[in-house]
């Protein structure tokens, strides 16, 4: 604990964690799990455990921000239940996660706090080198050479803070929220494991909501093994959430050395997407052939619909969003920002300054396709094509598909000044083209890491699988690993 305590202070010129008042807790916190330990009575496998929770996970007493002025100074009084399972394994809270306001955007990059730079080629890349959690520079460290000054490489979004977190060893897991890519798109730019549950699996109760039929609390961690370790402890159902369900999950291993022999992997020839790095395809490839030579079964399987995803979340989202955000009035919750005018005077106020243009035009977008003569065309026709992008999926797996093998993203990460210029960030990015499926399927996605290239960024890759088939797919992905 201590030395991630140090190498959390290490990184802060990375911004990865929100200015929050929680290491003094987090100091007795190790001494009291150091005292159970001497007692032969831990927790959990998960005791003394080093985590860091995105900060829109409510928190008991520590103030919960989601990156955003409207709740600047909300100190929740209860905690989600993701944080208060972790704090009953025993689990040591390192802080709360810097994130793109209210959990909108694919690069850490819209946040009261500012921007979340990436460990990679920041000249701070740390890798373990033994148990105790010390940590020293590796080869993979490239310096910062090539950056203009004040430029660096995004962390990918909206859970950066938390990939970053755990990339730079300042905690060994996080959470994040995933609602179209948010824990797997930072994973894959940070190189560490981002898992998405399945939908249900893991309680929302407490994460501040984005859009309820997608959002899923999802996990980071530096190993298969440790997402998997995560994952039994905060998995399982909440009366508090009755979109969770039970879970088979709760008491799980993976196996030692995970097998791969007779798996059908599917590649979908949809995921071959204009603009993909050649070294994202490159990866790809190599990956494939390699469960082809060690006894998978790999094919290419068609997701027609996917075509449409992008344009099909940036109605769904946005429609979740305005209704959602109702409450951010000043009045429930939210900043109050005073006008003597009227009541609605003073609602305008709140929201315009309290919420970025990001959030503030989803709203509008919102409103606009749930109007009275809109939502035939735009709503309505939306959750239509949201059914067939979750046929497709039930299409392949009908045809004993048993996961599915694409990209994360289409490249490595970019570089702060090029993502600005580029990213059209009211809207979603076209980097979440691989990931937003699984969220409108509900189905288990995760991202793992597999390599680095030459400047010394990292690539990944995403396995997808059926509802409920998380441990078999993360068994393959430590297969992967
Ligand atoms: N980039 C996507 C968006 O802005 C995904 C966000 C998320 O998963 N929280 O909607």
Redesign the pocket.
Known sequence: CEAALRRQETISRLNAYIPNAVVETTKSEALLSSQRYEKGTPLSPLDGIPIALKDNFCTAGIRTTCGSNMLKNYVPIFSATVAERLQKAGTILMGKTNL?EF????GTVDSIFGPVKNIHRSGLCYKFIDTSGEAIHTSAMKPTGGLEKDDFYITG??SGGSAVAVAAASAFLATG??????VR?PASFCGVVGLKPSYGVVPRHGLIS?VNSMDVPGLFARTVDDVAAMLAVISGLDPKDSTSVPSNMKTFELPESPSIEGLVVGIPKEYHRPGMSSEIIDVWTMIADLLENKGAKVREVSLPHTKYSIVCYSIL?PCEVASNFTRYTGVEYGQRMNSSQSMEAMYALTRSQGLNNVVRSRILAGNYFLLEENKEKYFKQALKVRRLICQDFNKVWSEKVNLLLTPVTLSASLRYSEFIKYDNRSQ??TQ?ICTQSA?MAGLPAVSIPISLNDEGLPLALQLMAPMGKDVEMLSAAKWIE
Do not use: C, F, I, P
């Not at 959990?103 to 694919?106: D, P, Y």
């Not at 929220?177 to 948010?182: F, I, L, P, V």
């Open positions: 793109d959990a909108m955007g694919s979004g909206s929220s995933d609602t179209g890519g948010s798109n984005l989202n979603t990015a979440d969220n």
